[in-house]
């Protein structure tokens, strides 16, 4: 069963402005992570974000987490055309044994 | 990148045949992972291994087996391949679980006609 649900599927913007992806999820967290993935690569790991933060910064890379909400949101600012990816949020699932990943949001920045 | 291998990277195979998928680790990890990666599902995992001999299931393991007989290697059988199995295949490697933060292979890209 899918643990993170990306919002929104698909987002196009032009370069220069900022992006915003949210992850929402179902159950109590220990840590949730997101990912990118360019097209025809494997996926790369962005930012964990343990569930005692409420914000946590990676460059242009922004990630905050509401437990409360059981969400989080990652910002990317200042878009570059090599931001075009999917990106997704992974969450460990009740066993904690394993990650389990949404569905992800398309990004496109256009030149 | 971290130190992980898929291959083959491309297969094409015909209805009805076994294939094994192949994951190849040279960073220690205990934790490996098999997903499938379909459109309009996301990611979506096969099985996964947390240790040598150690596998479990995930949400889509129909049809599917695993095998670790070694740290390094984490291979995916596919019994009897069928239509349905035609997908991206990703390996993943994480030092503890969902605590730290997983690499992933390349990918195989495996058609079944």
């Known amino acids: 069963s899918q643990q993170g649900e990306e919002d929104p599927q698909a987002l196009s913007i032009q370069e220069g402005e900022n992006a915003t992806m949210n992850c929402s999820y179902k159950?109590?967290?220990?840590?949730l992570q997101w990912y990118r993935q360019n097209s025809g690569r494997g996926l790369v790991h962005l930012i964990l974000i343990r569930s005692n933060e409420r914000e946590k910064h990676s460059g242009r890379l922004r990630v905050t987490l509401d437990t409360s909400k059981k969400s989080s949101s990652l910002l990317i600012t200042a878009s570059r055309a090599a931001d075009t990816a999917s990106y997704f949020c992974?969450?460990?699932?009740?066993?904690?044994?394993?990650?389990?990943f949404g569905q992800g949001t398309r990004l496109t920045i256009n030149p | 990148d971290a130190g992980i291998t898929q291959s083959p990277r491309h297969k094409v195979t015909e209805t009805g045949t076994p294939v094994t998928l192949r994951c190849h680790q040279t960073?220690?990890?205990?934790?490996m992972y098999w997903y499938r990666q379909d459109p309009g599902h996301g990611l979506r995992l096969i099985h996964y291994?947390?240790?040598?001999?150690?596998?479990d299931k995930g949400e889509v393991s129909d049809g599917y087996s695993v095998s670790r007989s070694k740290t390094e290697d984490f291979l995916l059988t596919l019994e009897s391949a069928t239509s349905s199995q035609t997908s991206v295949y990703f390996c993943?490697?994480?030092?503890?679980?969902?605590?730290?933060?997983?690499?992933f292979g390349q990918g195989t890209r495996l058609t079944v006609v």
């Open positions: 291994s947390y240790g040598v001999k150690d596998t």
């Open positions: 993943a490697i994480s030092e503890s679980s969902v605590y730290t933060e997983a690499f």
């Open positions: 159950t109590s967290i220990n840590n």
């Open positions: 992974a969450t460990p699932d009740q066993g904690a044994q394993k990650l389990v």
């Open positions: 960073e220690n990890h205990r934790y």
